[in-house]
């Protein structure tokens, strides 16, 4: 990398960060509008975490799985970006059908797979934070 390169790149995290992480919070604000039985679950949670103080702190994360459902089933509904494109760095077989050779740019486009019933169930289409119980082993893809 060039010290441009790292530049432009350091920019589009920030860039890139700041307007995923807003569009994120505006979705989670949104559905915990539309389900207040998530914003009491959540709240109780964060009084539990927190208890009289007024900020959180970064260990307190990892004491609130209900908030990281939210999140992440948020995350599942309204993907911040449209999607992902890689090149392959060597070539691959897709389920024994598809062969994807070295070089090849490969997209994916994230919102059909965040919504498939296939993938996720009849309900696919639906606001459901306990779908990530367990970390949401059940809907764990490789591909």
Not at 47 to 66: A, I
Not at 129 to 140: V, Y
Request: hydrophobic share 35%; proline share 6%.
């Amino acid at each position: 990398f060039s010290e441009e390169d790292l530049m432009d790149e350091g920019m589009t995290f920030l860039i890139a960060g700041h307007e995923t992480t807003a569009t994120t919070l505006t979705w989670v604000l949104y559905e915990l509008t539309q389900h207040p039985e998530w914003l009491d679950k959540l709240r109780g949670e964060v009084d539990g975490v927190l208890g009289e103080r007024h900020v959180c702190v970064y260990e307190d994360l990892n004491r609130m799985p209900l908030m990281d459902m939210v999140i992440k089933e948020t995350l599942r509904c309204y993907p911040p970006i449209p999607g992902v494109g890689r090149t392959c760095v060597e070539g691959h077989w897709l389920n024994d059908k598809i062969y994807v050779p070295k070089g090849a740019h490969v997209a994916a486009v994230i919102h059909p797979l965040h919504s498939d019933p296939q993938l996720w169930g009849e309900d696919a289409h639906t606001f459901n934070p306990n779908r990530w119980l367990d970390d949401g082993a059940t809907h764990t893809h490789t591909h």
